[in-house]
């Protein structure tokens, strides 16, 4: 009974497995893959306590392979080399598949641990499964990334919280010898944050604190015997949603004070100055973009400033760029011709580049046609020769409308002297 309920019930089969049927339900994307016992290395991104470990091991027993593990935290190059010179061993002793080696919270790994790793995984020693919580793109080095499959995995839903309590209950030994009635799971499921670990494990705390056999979980039960959450800032639960929420909305809605603040809960919790400074990189082209282009260098420059910093010091920078970017003007209007143009490709598929704006290095190329008729724009006055741009099918259509502020009111005129009308110019 030491073991905590989350690792006693852990699954063990695909068919145990809940949750993530984009990837292992009956046409998930890895679900052959593993049937089949081809696993190519991959990166598992996801929030806390959404299955990754549980699947990598899964991901070892179906196809039968040695298992390896190591954990981010506590291993060094060393210990990475020693473990691939061990599953080089048992792969070429026991079995014709090479080894997994699963590394959980690859993202805290250093740009030379990383690097280590690379031979391993270039050559096949190892199948390389690595846990994250953090974004891979800016957290796994792309000489690893470009090598790796990566899947992502969903925050647990209401439905898939509920059915892991439900198995825990017809599953574990110990809570099978107690009559547990589930009246509610409201108080359950908020404190869990979506993580699943930490669900099981509070509502095992619940079932230990009561003497009697025979519980009725509620809502008023749960949150007498969970001690309330003292801490400002909890990184791997709801507040940390919550709350960069409320930093990100602050700074579109122009409160400094409220972005300030806001960022003071974050700092005092610990917050990664990384997270911090990407989610301002992306406020300041969503929501300020071409009414001030210049927040996006600022935030861009804060980012490389903060990862070579730090704290205590980073909370100078961060605050510095938090309180720019919510006193900047504000235009959401590359976001939404981005937004546009997205979806005029869903509805209207692979329409053809016109003959004028085709590519034409060769001369079968350029006999067909290719290039013909293109008006290069510095042949003409002011640099500019009216010319479509679209394909055909979508001649004066617009994506991009300017925003009513002073610098896209000057872009506007821009176009309305050159296009004359056209794109709503």
Request: hydrophobic share 40%.
């Amino acid at each position: 009974m030491n073991e905590p309920l989350a690792e006693r019930v852990r699954p063990k089969t695909l068919e145990e497995y809940i949750s993530q049927n984009h990837l292992v339900g009956a046409s998930g994307s890895l679900t052959h893959q593993i049937k089949k016992g081809i696993i190519p290395s991959l990166i598992l991104w996801g929030p806390p306590g959404t299955g990754k470990t549980t699947l990598a091991n899964i991901i070892a027993n179906e196809s039968q392979r040695p298992f390896y593990t190591l954990s981010a935290i506590n291993s060094g190059v060393k210990d990475i080399r020693e473990v691939i010179d061990k599953a080089r061993q048992s792969g070429g002793l026991f079995t014709s598949k090479n080894p997994i080696l699963f590394i959980d919270e690859i993202h805290r790994f250093s740009k030379s641990q990383q690097d280590s790793l690379l031979a391993a995984v270039e050559k096949g020693w190892v199948t390389l499964i690595g846990a994250t919580t953090e974004n891979p793109s800016f957290e796994v080095i792309p000489a690893l990334l470009s090598r790796c499959q990566v899947y992502i995995l969903n925050a647990f839903g209401k439905e898939d919280l509920e059915a892991l309590l439900s198995r825990a209950m017809k599953q574990d030994d110990f809570l099978k010898s107690k009559k547990i009635k589930l009246k509610e799971t409201e108080a359950l499921l908020r404190l869990s944050g979506g993580d699943g670990r930490k669900l099981l494990n509070i509502f095992e705390l619940v079932i230990n604190s009561e003497e009697s056999d025979t519980i009725t979980v509620s809502d008023e039960l749960v949150l007498s015997k969970v001690q309330k959450n003292t801490v400002l800032y909890d990184k791997t639960g709801e507040q940390h949603y919550d709350i960069i929420s409320a930093f990100i909305k602050s700074i579109r809605g122009s409160d400094p004070n409220g972005a300030v603040y806001w960022l003071a809960r974050m700092i005092e919790g610990g917050e990664d100055v990384k997270f911090i400074a990407r989610r301002m990189l992306i406020s300041a082209s969503e929501d300020i973009g071409l009414a001030n282009p210049t927040a996006l260098v600022i935030a861009n420059n804060t980012f490389q400033a903060v990862t070579t910093i730090g704290y205590p010091e980073a909370r100078i920078i961060l605050s510095q760029c938090a309180i720019y970017l919510a006193t900047s003007a504000k235009s959401n209007a590359s976001y939404m011709a981005i937004n546009k143009a997205q979806q005029t490709v869903k509805q209207t598929g692979d329409l053809s580049v016109p003959l004028p704006l085709r590519n034409a290095p060769t001369k079968l190329m350029k006999d067909l046609g290719y290039g013909k008729e293109y008006k290069y724009a510095h042949d003409y006055v002011n640099n500019f020769a009216v010319e479509e741009f679209l394909p055909e099918e979508l001649s004066g259509t617009s994506f991009y409308e300017p925003g009513k502020n002073q610098r896209e009111n000057a872009i506007n005129d821009f176009l309305k002297k050159r296009w004359k009308g056209k794109y709503n110019a």
